[in-house]
């Protein structure tokens, strides 16, 4: 059993409130991530007072008595080496125990983003492999956590995986329908990558997928305006020039149209 002296006891009483006052928080006010984003600020903010074990100390209790955002921010910290050493074995552990405890909690619910957000991330180990979790590669198994994401929960990341998977012969094995249908549910949510994908992919056309270029270059080109000076800048530009230069002028008329006249209501959050 830890021993703490009476600094050490008000410091960890005082991060274990900031964990449950924004563990608390209204559902109206913020998404699960977001409220983790605050928690680490607030954290952040009292560390003066606080060591890192401390804080530590406070999420893991916090965590033991189920709160799934003190457990995605525990999972966080050890899988990216913040504050804590780098731990995948650990990391692993907390999202599999946000997925297996939450797996049929309310889709549209506050914690819904970090529980479909851990499905996506415990498919990912099961995908690679771990083997300091003893977690062999089970690409069977991450599909089924990709699917649990992305059609119970609605996750716009995960359905965008999907729809990538689904272009994939060793995946989910090559169905364009399918794949455009997973693009487009995450495109309409504001996934700037599934814009892109899509957009090329309704462009150029496909197998069982006539053409459509306007519609095609119309997602090239939110994407485009959207991912200009972020990661995915580059290579989302590069899809947008090569289909904007072999467009007629008419088609980047329209596509431009009806980029700017539906594009705000496709910006929702990636």
Do not use: C
């Given at each position: ?205 496909i197998k069982g997928i006539e053409p459509q270029p306007v519609e095609g270059l119309m997602w090239l080109t939110i994407s485009h305006q959207r991912s200009n000076g972020t990661p995915d800048g580059d290579w989302v530009n590069e899809l947008f020039n090569r289909a904007a ?26």
């Amino acid at each position: 059993m830890r021993n703490f002296g009476v600094k050490s006891l008000i410091s960890v009483t005082t991060a274990a409130s900031i964990i449950f006052s924004v563990a608390t928080m209204p559902t109206y006010a913020q998404t699960a991530l977001d409220a983790t984003l605050e928690m680490a600020k607030m954290l952040d903010g009292a560390s003066s007072g606080i060591s890192g074990d401390e804080l530590v100390v406070a999420l893991q209790e916090a965590a033991a008595a189920g709160q799934a955002m003190a457990m995605w921010q525990l999972g966080t910290m050890y899988e990216n080496g913040e504050g804590v050493a780098k731990d995948p074995a650990k990391a692993f552990g907390y999202f599999s125990q946000i997925a297996n405890d939450n797996a049929d909690t309310a889709p549209r619910g506050l914690e819904a983003d970090i529980v479909a957000q851990s499905f996506v991330k415990v498919g990912d180990y099961y995908r690679d492999g771990l083997p300091s979790a003893g977690i062999k590669v089970n690409p069977a198994r991450s599909h089924a956590l990709l699917l649990h994401a992305a059609s119970y929960f609605g996750d716009a990341d995960a359905q965008y995986r999907v729809g990538e998977l689904y272009l994939e012969e060793n995946e989910l094995g090559i169905n364009p329908l399918q794949s455009a249908r997973w693009l487009s549910l995450a495109a309409h949510k504001g996934h700037v990558r599934a814009q892109a994908q899509l957009g090329d992919l309704l462009f150029n056309g496909i197998k069982g997928i006539e053409p459509q270029p306007v519609e095609g270059l119309m997602w090239l080109t939110i994407s485009h305006q959207r991912s200009n000076g972020t990661p995915d800048g580059d290579w989302v530009n590069e899809l947008f020039n090569r289909a904007a230069s072999v467009a007629t002028s008419d088609q980047r008329a329209q596509a431009t149209e009806l980029a700017a006249r539906l594009g705000p209501q496709f910006s929702g959050g990636q």
